[in-house]
């Protein structure tokens, strides 16, 4: 089984990547947090340089519905070695959907398939695409199946919920067997797989997703990763934790401006960190209120002293 990181807007940043992959690792591609802005800001510029992901297979992802947009940064990407980029078709935030981009782009096939005749034809690297099976129905499914299988995707990767769904209630696996029926491109399963025993029936595990499609052999996990880091390895010392989040700590207070910059990181971070930990809820409001790097790290003191993680061992 081959395992992707899921790119996670100001989370899985090449800070975290390097960090994760130090410590952890097991992950086949390591996708990067949308890219928007065809000039591409410095912060998208530091997350996508080459000395800022050696030893490690990037995917940068771009986030347009504009294929000239598209195209000039996919020509930026390859002046810099890149040889594979990631359509993101699959971002259900309202604010981006508003703009029919990401899953809002899905709701305007004729233009998706319009923009999609462009990029295939004029693309200096490969292309790969993530993406929902809709916006307010299942069976807008059938339509986009059709449009995708026109096109030499080096990769699909998908989720199968609606935009209007988010990320709640369980996902639609039917969608994901239609696609393996349907396209003959690789396929990639991504949507709240948190257990990779193959033996579980549970849903969420990846013994669940083989039950109902048995050749899938590579899935993307964002949301699991997060809550436990040792998700894939099987690494669930408290040691190696800490040492991650130091690590990632140090990294940020090194590119960040300010204890505010990079508390907010932080913070983002152990939103899904301690999702893992048996009840949190006060430690995790201490570490919400510091607003000092050095409140920060007594706050964490605490919580790695204090709060217990089940499947965590000393």
Same mark, same amino acid.
């Given at each position: 089984?081959?395992?992707?990181?899921?790119?996670?807007?100001?989370?899985?940043?090449?800070?975290?990547?390097?960090?994760?992959?130090?410590?952890?690792?097991?992950?086949?591609?390591?996708?990067?947090?949308?890219?928007?802005?065809?000039?591409?800001?410095?912060?998208?510029?530091?997350?996508?340089?080459?000395?800022?992901?050696?030893?490690?297979?990037?995917?940068?992802?771009?986030?347009?519905?504009?294929?000239?947009?598209?195209?000039?940064?996919?020509?930026?990407?390859?002046?810099?070695?890149?040889?594979?980029?990631?359509?993101?078709?699959?971002?259900?935030?309202?604010?981006?959907?508003?703009?029919?981009?990401?899953?809002?782009?899905?709701?305007?096939?004729?233009?998706?398939?319009?923009?999609?005749?462009?990029?295939?034809?004029?693309?200096?690297?490969?292309?790969?695409?993530?993406?929902?099976? $809709? /916006?307010?129905?299942?069976?807008?499914?059938?339509?986009? &199946?059709?449009? #995708?299988?026109?096109?030499? !995707? =080096?990769?699909? %990767?998908?989720?199968?919920?609606?935009?209007?769904?988010?990320?709640?209630?369980?996902?639609?696996?039917?969608?994901?067997?239609?696609?393996?029926?349907?396209?003959?491109?690789?396929?990639?399963?991504?949507?709240?797989?948190?257990?990779?025993?193959?033996?579980?029936?549970?849903?969420?595990?990846?013994?669940?997703?083989?039950?109902?499609?048995?050749?899938?052999?590579?899935?993307?996990?964002?949301?699991?990763?997060?809550?436990?880091? $040792? /998700?894939?390895?099987?690494?669930?010392?408290?040691?190696? &934790?800490?040492? #991650?989040?130091?690590?990632? !700590? =140090?990294?940020? %207070?090194?590119?960040?401006?300010?204890?505010?910059?990079?508390?907010?990181?932080?913070?983002?971070?152990?939103?899904?960190?301690?999702?893992?930990?048996?009840?949190?809820?006060?430690?995790?409001?201490?570490?919400?209120?510091?607003?000092?790097?050095?409140?920060?790290?007594?706050?964490?003191?605490?919580?790695?002293?204090?709060?217990?993680?089940?499947?965590?061992?000393?």
């Amino acid at each position: 089984m081959k395992y992707y990181l899921a790119p996670m807007e100001g989370i899985t940043t090449y800070n975290f990547r390097r960090a994760y992959h130090k410590y952890y690792g097991g992950v086949e591609k390591y996708f990067t947090p949308f890219i928007a802005n065809r000039r591409l800001s410095s912060r998208e510029r530091n997350d996508i340089l080459p000395e800022h992901n050696q030893g490690r297979n990037t995917v940068p992802q771009i986030l347009t519905n504009r294929a000239e947009d598209f195209l000039d940064i996919a020509n930026t990407l390859a002046s810099f070695g890149y040889d594979t980029v990631n359509l993101n078709l699959g971002c259900p935030s309202g604010t981006v959907v508003a703009r029919k981009r990401g899953s809002g782009f899905l709701s305007v096939p004729d233009e998706l398939e319009r923009f999609l005749d462009t990029i295939f034809e004029k693309s200096p690297v490969k292309i790969s695409v993530k993406t929902r099976i $809709g /916006l307010e129905a299942v069976s807008e499914w059938d339509r986009l &199946l059709e449009l #995708f299988a026109k096109y030499p !995707l =080096e990769e699909l %990767i998908l989720h199968p919920r609606l935009q209007r769904e988010g990320y709640g209630g369980q996902v639609h696996p039917e969608a994901f067997q239609a696609a393996a029926r349907s396209l003959s491109v690789p396929l990639c399963y991504n949507g709240d797989l948190t257990d990779t025993d193959h033996t579980s029936a549970g849903y969420g595990s990846l013994g669940w997703l083989l039950s109902l499609q048995p050749d899938t052999d590579t899935v993307m996990i964002g949301r699991g990763i997060l809550q436990n880091p $040792g /998700l894939l390895t099987g690494d669930s010392s408290v040691s190696t &934790l800490r040492a #991650f989040h130091d690590e990632l !700590l =140090e990294g940020y %207070i090194k590119i960040m401006s300010g204890d505010t910059n990079t508390l907010y990181k932080m913070k983002d971070l152990w939103t899904f960190l301690s999702k893992g930990f048996q009840s949190p809820e006060h430690f995790l409001k201490r570490i919400r209120k510091a607003d000092r790097i050095p409140d920060y790290c007594l706050a964490v003191d605490a919580f790695f002293r204090e709060c217990p993680f089940p499947t965590i061992r000393s």
